[in-house]
């Protein structure tokens, strides 16, 4: 587009056959080439919320005319300049009417990544604002439109980690680094401080597409890479901003690799899946193959029967004294060769019972004890623990029925059912859990829970790897459950209030729902849990637990928020309610059930 080129401007003719005053035609490049290689700009000068009614009915016009041609040419994606003024709403209007007739194409704000910090907020500093709450603002005003995301302009100084943290949970589709952020080492060369480094890695880690925008201002590089391309012979002229491309290629380049597990992981990160129902559904071989590759877990149950074996049965006794082993919820037998490798390196001797009542597992635990030569040591039995009798009394329970929010898929239930074929001095394994929550910012994950047009999904929680996400605040303690039981009395049922306080310097933030997670004590000092600052090393059989909010709430700087969670039990099924009551008050979610609850 010619960037004089105003719409009132324009002498209409008489024909009205006026050509739009476009920079060449769309057969420039091929369309497979407008589509994957070419990102529109849209006119920076445009200002829809202008006071001059010329200015501001010329940027409409301009806008929708530049966003059509974008549309013909098929391009991924727009960029609009940044909002001028702290006023939006008319430009919000605008580009919320344009999404509404796009199928594809996104469209990409840009924002000043700036916010003023605390001390400087008082100083001569009134037209400094936090450009998230601008970014807030406009989105809000859009309604979380799914093809709206934001590029965001980083400058040569940051706000805090925790300010940055923010924008990890929102779209964030592009990062445009301008070459005044960039530093110059000892060779004249541009680089980056350390916080930026750190930006840009976090930056590669969600794929987010790094662009290098302004002028050269570092011409010694250019110089000198002109001088080397010369000596070796080759003519071609180098692009200004190359050293600046050259140094993010090599911060990209020194990243550490993916761990295993996370590769593994990739294709389920930010993929919302609903959890588990193993009482009311038999689990598939598939499931079972996932949850025995996980290693870490298997060596954490070892070292937890192996030290209730040594504590159980003293030096003196290991040849005579046979302790006896139930493991409840077998499934294909993982648990059962743990237990029988912990015999076997404490030297004790061991009658293990595998209650499994899944059918077509069992098939699987029959063929596994004939392949060992177990059948001396391992008996079988087809059954729900709930309601099987035990010929004798068990020393040891073993249980591998935890799920991501610890309780969420009825261990509580099933170890008490179970709980009678424990002796008086019976040692259960895990002993305990505790579910654990935090307040997250995370846009895509609400974005795909609004696609489906329901309340059932709202008040669904569902498991899934995250990643685009913004964690707001320290995690804390919700339910804890402990086996055996001391009372028959005590009811499965919890309630807990939580109350979260962001941090100031984190500015203002959106709570899209809450991440939980688990952390289980198996026997004394054994260990094993996904919450994140205990999490179990390269295990992956559990991903966190996420509990949306049907509308989220936005929280300014420093502010508290107040979560209650219920743990709810009926005849036939378990479930959870949850309702934010500060700053302001949510609607409490899946009341009785309605939506989300794990069978009996």
Not at 111 to 120: A, G
Request: proline fraction near 6%; hydrophobic fraction near 40%.
């Amino acid at each position: 587009m010619d960037p004089t080129y105003r719409p009132s401007l324009v002498q209409k003719d008489s024909a009205g056959s006026g050509a739009l005053p476009f920079a060449g035609s769309d057969l420039v490049m091929s369309p497979s080439q407008w589509s994957s290689h070419v990102v529109g700009k849209i006119s920076s000068w445009i200002d829809l919320d202008s006071e001059d009614e010329t200015i501001r009915m010329d940027s409409e016009t301009t806008l929708k005319q530049e966003i059509a041609w974008a549309s013909h040419l098929s391009l991924q994606a727009c960029l609009l300049p940044a909002p001028k003024g702290t006023s939006c709403a008319n430009y919000a209007r605008c580009v919320n009417q344009i999404l509404q007739g796009l199928s594809n194409m996104q469209l990409w704000l840009r924002i000043p990544l700036v916010k003023p910090d605390d001390d400087s907020a008082n100083e001569k500093n009134d037209a400094l604002v936090d450009s998230w709450e601008t970014w807030n603002s406009f989105r809000l005003l859009c309604e979380h439109h799914s093809l709206f995301s934001v590029a965001l302009d980083i400058l040569g100084t940051l706000p805090s980690a925790n300010s940055l943290g923010r924008w990890f949970g929102e779209s964030v589709r592009a990062a445009i680094v301008n070459t005044e952020a960039f530093l110059t080492n000892a060779r004249g060369y541009p680089c980056l401080s350390k916080r930026h480094q750190r930006l840009l890695t976090g930056f590669f880690n969600h794929s987010i597409q790094i662009i290098i925008s302004g002028k050269s201002v570092h011409p010694q590089a250019n110089v000198a890479a002109d001088a080397s391309q010369n000596n070796s012979g080759e003519g071609l002229q180098r692009h200004a901003l190359r050293p600046y491309l050259d140094y993010v290629a090599y911060l990209y380049q020194k990243m550490d690799p993916l761990p295993e597990q996370e590769r593994f992981e990739l294709g389920y990160r930010d993929f919302l899946q609903s959890p588990l129902q193993p009482l009311m559904d038999n689990l598939e071989a598939q499931t079972y193959e996932t949850f025995e590759k996980d290693a870490m877990k298997y060596v954490q149950y070892q070292r937890a029967v192996s030290k209730a074996l040594l504590d159980r049965v003293p030096d003196e006794e290991a040849s005579t004294k046979t302790t006896v082993l139930m493991v409840v919820g077998a499934g294909r037998g993982p648990l059962v060769r743990a237990s029988l490798q912990a015999a076997e390196e404490t030297g004790r001797k061991l009658k293990v019972f595998a209650v499994e009542k899944n059918p077509n597992a069992v098939v699987t635990l029959h063929a596994l004890v004939k392949l060992e030569g177990w059948e001396d040591s391992v008996t079988i039995i087809s059954s729900d623990m709930r309601h099987w009798n035990a010929p004798e009394k068990a020393d040891i329970l073993v249980s591998e029925l935890l799920g991501s929010f610890g309780d969420n898929e009825l261990s509580p239930e099933c170890l008490d059912g179970a709980q009678r074929f424990l002796k008086e001095d019976g040692v259960s394994i895990p002993s305990s859990y505790t579910s654990f929550l935090q307040p997250v910012t995370a846009s895509k994950l609400h974005n795909d829970i609004k696609a489906h047009k329901d309340l059932v999904h709202f008040e669904t929680a569902y498991v899934v790897k995250l990643h685009n996400v913004a964690r707001l605040a320290p995690t804390q303690p919700v339910f804890t459950f402990t086996h055996p039981k001391h009372s028959d009395k005590e009811s499965n049922q919890r309630y807990k209030k939580l109350q979260f306080v962001i941090p100031n310097d984190t500015g203002s933030a959106m709570v899209h729902g809450f991440a939980g997670y688990f952390d289980a004590v198996l026997y004394k000092d054994v260990h094993l849990g996904i919450e994140p600052s205990t999490a179990t090393p390269n295990m992956f059989s559990w991903f966190a637990i996420f509990f949306p909010l049907r509308t989220p709430i936005c929280l300014s700087p420093g502010s508290t928020l107040d979560v209650h969670f219920w743990r709810c039990c009926g005849p036939t099924k378990v479930w959870y309610e949850w309702s934010v009551t500060s700053p302001t008050s949510s609607p409490l979610h899946n009341t009785n059930g309605r939506s989300y609850w794990v069978g009996l």
